[in-house]
């Protein structure tokens, strides 16, 4: 067993290879993730940020490089249940109930109906939606559909969770309730989870670490270490918070010296 | 209930006015009944006839309903075909569309000599055509307008293309099939109408309008033709229970 929960290594990722409209998403991109690690990536739109977290789903392929999710090849990960995903759209099935929503990647997991119930509701009551099982999607609020989401996400208990802008759509004050749900759900799992992100704020709150990308090429330019400690209301206030904030919004205007080599193997700055 | 009864009040008023009106006109401006018959003329007709009116009603619903299954079943598996094998899908909508456009008033007696004079299934098979198209089209949207998003989310999951089908394409198809089967539906009673309207065996409303017609029984004629709304209608609301009771989550975006 490896022990990074994602290991990727001069990952390109050419769109149209050869053609006219050839576009590189990633170019060169390095980076670890280790286990029970909290990791945002960052960047404006274009920045490869998405495209990386879909190699490691294997929602698409690399063009070049290694990626090792769990310790095995990002297609072998994914045909093992060995993450979970989350997106900007809670995708729910509307013709399924809540309950049956969450159970649908155990469903097919092949788990029996008894057990995937059980643990259905073991997760509904983890994100506090335990009244809601035999509800319908639709008749829920934004921020529950997504805490559904993430409760489906969580379903074969997978060892690393992939979020793709999970609450961009919802408002602040839900946001944040969310983002502490979050972490109290992935330390209580010790989840890795790979998280993707617009908001300086969020992904300083959430992270360890906060990768910074830049596009055209799409690729990393600086690695911020955010050693804020347990997180909680006051974390938000705190100076060091705002020094993070600081950092973070530095890199991504290009202006800071990369910082933070903790454990990220950082590649170009060019 | 009591705004359900506010809404069906408003049609039913304005029905018996529109017939009230239609009686009078009659009456003061003294019509013949080769013009225009009076409802009176044509209640009477259908209820001193009904039990001829109600075989020729079954009759006519059973070709349709013949025809609607028919015609239902190939559409729902060519969709099937069409969304699965990427080669089919240009080969198969030019075709559905083609059959769209077949003339079936002038197929009906081409058919009718290719089978047994007192077969009903020239008629099915008219009935069948015309069906075709609107659940084939519907179908074939429903199975492939699935939001991207879910279909990376069974992709990370694993799930086969027979079980992104299960879990995904066929209950995303449903609310769309039953928009194709309410335009269908009535619509497979009209072909069957107008299929028996064109020659093969005297039964069925088709026949039995134009038999009435050419002797100069206006009353009847006018009676069958209330029939035939009546079995539309039916077929109408068969559909929009089945689709009730199919479809409840559709419910907030339904259609009419």
């Not at chain 2, 769209?100 to 007696?109: G, H, Q, S």
Request: aromatic share 8%; charged share 20%; glycine share 6%.
């Amino acid at each position: 067993m490896s022990e990074f929960a994602v290991h990727a290594e001069g990952v390109w990722k050419i769109f149209n290879e050869g053609a006219a409209n050839e576009v590189t998403a990633l170019s060169d991109v390095s980076l670890d993730v280790r286990k029970g690690e909290f990791v945002s990536l960052i960047g404006p739109s274009g920045c490869g940020k998405s495209t990386l977290l879909r190699v490691i789903a294997d929602l698409t392929s690399a063009s070049r490089g290694t990626v090792e999710v769990a310790g095995m090849t990002p297609q072998k990960a994914r045909e093992d249940h060995q993450y979970g995903i989350a997106f900007q759209q809670a995708a729910l099935l509307d013709w399924r109930t809540v309950r049956r929503n969450v159970e649908l990647p155990l469903e097919l997991a092949g788990w029996d109906k008894a057990k995937r119930r059980a643990r259905a509701l073991e997760l509904l009551d983890m994100v506090q939606l335990h009244d809601f099982a035999e509800s319908r999607p639709w008749e829920l609020s934004g921020g529950m559909q997504q805490r559904v989401a993430i409760a489906r996400s969580l379903a074969t208990d997978p060892e690393i969770l992939l979020m793709d802008e999970p609450f961009g759509a919802l408002d602040e004050m839900t946001r944040e309730r969310m983002q502490n749900e979050l972490l109290r759900i992935a330390g209580a799992t010790n989840t890795s989870v790979i998280f993707v992100t617009h908001s300086i704020p969020e992904a300083v709150y959430l992270s360890n670490r906060v990768v910074v990308m830049s596009p055209r090429p799409g690729r990393i330019t600086h690695v911020v270490d955010v050693p804020l400690g347990d997180r909680n209301e006051d974390t938000r206030e705190s100076d060091a918070f705002f020094e993070a904030v600081t950092a973070v919004r530095e890199a991504l205007r290009g202006r800071a010296k990369p910082v933070g080599e903790g454990g990220a193997r950082l590649a170009e700055t060019s | 209930m009591k705004a359900r009864l506010n809404l069906i009040w408003p049609p039913i008023l304005l029905g018996a006015l529109f017939l009230l009106a239609w009686q009078a006109l009659v009456v003061i401006q003294d019509l013949k009944p080769y013009l225009l018959p009076a409802p009176s003329l044509i209640f009477t007709t259908f209820t001193s006839n009904l039990n001829l009116m109600v075989e020729t009603g079954i009759y006519t619903a059973t070709t349709a309903a013949l025809g609607l299954v028919f015609g239902t079943l190939v559409g729902i598996l060519l969709a099937m075909v069409a969304q699965r094998f990427f080669v089919f899908r240009n080969l198969m909508i030019p075709i559905a569309a083609g059959i769209a456009a077949v003339p079936i008033v002038a197929l009906t007696p081409i058919l009718n000599n290719m089978f047994d004079i007192t077969s009903r299934t020239p008629r099915v098979l008219i009935t069948a055509i015309v069906v075709f198209f609107p659940i084939f089209v519907n179908v074939y949207r429903g199975l492939t307008a699935v939001p991207p998003v879910q279909l990376e989310l069974l992709r990370s999951l694993s799930a086969t293309p027979r079980t992104v089908l299960r879990v995904l394409r066929i209950p995303n198809a449903l609310p769309f099939f039953f928009t194709g089967l309410k335009v269908a539906a009535p619509l497979a009673v009209i072909a069957a109408l107008v299929a028996e309207y064109f020659g093969g065996p005297q039964e069925g409303l088709g026949s039995k309008i134009a038999a009435s017609a050419a002797n100069t029984a206006y009353g009847r004629a006018w009676a069958y033709v209330v029939v035939a709304i009546i079995v539309g209608l039916a077929f109408y609301l068969i559909t929009l229970a089945l689709e009730r009771v199919a479809t409840p989550w559709a419910g907030r975006t339904r259609s009419a």
